[in-house]
């Protein structure tokens, strides 16, 4: 496995490839991120993972300083997942100049949920991920589903832009009990990790009442959400959406996928189940 840093040894390293995968993470990888890099060594071709915690997607007060970058420890496990090449690139080398022309998705789709608790969020991350196309060049660019929004900002802005790209989503990896994994799950504490466990209970809680027939989806979201702020946390949403969109639904035979954020101390978590 090559480790690359600049975008000249980068271009160099992929010329004439073909069938590239690609898999951007923002590094301290843990199992989840392993399984899309696996995901794509499956599909055949090179397989490209990129290292780089984005600026432009972290608003001022966010942790973009304190990230944790984990470079050698996530390419020692990189390499036995199935990786050929990293991408690490600098701050300097991916945004040489202030990144002033942006990418910006719909407000429909990326001023909601996530995009209304982080705004310019979206912006940020397509615009870092049109970048990174552009350097990679893929066939296919794997995104898990645990970001769900993100996935579907992104599948939205390949479809609009006509890139020649496949977005292929990747399973959500869980703890034992059931905690979605995160890479902000190592800012838990010992008592708050135990507490972690009730976001996802809390959205298996939401599938089975609306598998049961309930039909006031305002009602079911109102009750998960108290049900966290009893336990201490701060939700900022709990919200059943169509699949196809992430607005409400409209008919019975929806689609639906359940997605939540929630603050347990100071570390903001967020997770969803497809219904
Ligand atoms: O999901 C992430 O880790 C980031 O948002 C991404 C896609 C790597 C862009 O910085």
Not at 170 to 185: E, K, V, Y
Not at 217 to 234: F, P
Not at 252 to 268: H, I, M, N, Q
Request: include cysteine; charge should be neutral; hydrophobic fraction near 45%.
């Amino acid at each position: 496995m090559r480790v690359i840093h600049t975008v000249a040894e980068l271009r160099e390293a992929l010329a004439g490839a073909r069938g590239t995968t690609f898999v951007p993470t923002m590094g301290n990888l843990h199992e989840g991120h392993l399984s899309l890099v696996k995901q794509a060594r499956a599909l055949g071709g090179p397989v490209v993972a990129s290292i780089f915690v984005n600026r432009l997607q972290f608003a001022p007060h966010e942790d973009f300083g304190t990230y944790p970058r984990t470079l050698q420890r996530d390419c020692e496990l990189l390499a036995p997942a199935g990786c050929d090449i990293v991408f690490a690139p600098s701050e300097a080398e991916l945004y040489p100049e202030p990144q002033g022309y942006k990418v910006v998705p719909p407000p429909e789709l990326a001023d909601i949920l996530e995009g209304h608790f982080r705004p310019g969020f979206f912006t940020g991350v397509c615009t870092v991920v049109l970048k990174l196309f552009n350097l990679v060049q893929p066939a296919v660019a794997v995104f898990g589903k645990k970001d769900y929004q993100q996935l579907m900002v992104i599948r939205r802005m390949v479809q609009q832009l006509a890139l020649p790209v496949r977005v292929e989503a990747g399973d959500t990896t869980r703890a034992d009990d059931g905690l979605a994994l995160s890479s902000r799950n190592g800012y838990l504490s010992p008592e708050e990790r135990a507490e972690a466990v009730q976001l996802s209970r809390v959205l298996r809680g939401v599938r089975e009442s609306i598998v049961q027939g309930a039909g006031d989806h305002a009602a079911v979201e109102a009750q998960a959400m108290q049900h966290l702020a009893d336990r201490g946390w701060k939700p900022d949403y709990i919200a059943i959406r169509r699949r196809a969109d992430l607005q409400p639904a409209t008919s019975a035979g929806d689609a639906l996928v359940v997605l939540a954020a929630a603050k347990l101390g100071s570390t903001r978590l967020i997770d969803n189940l497809e219904i």
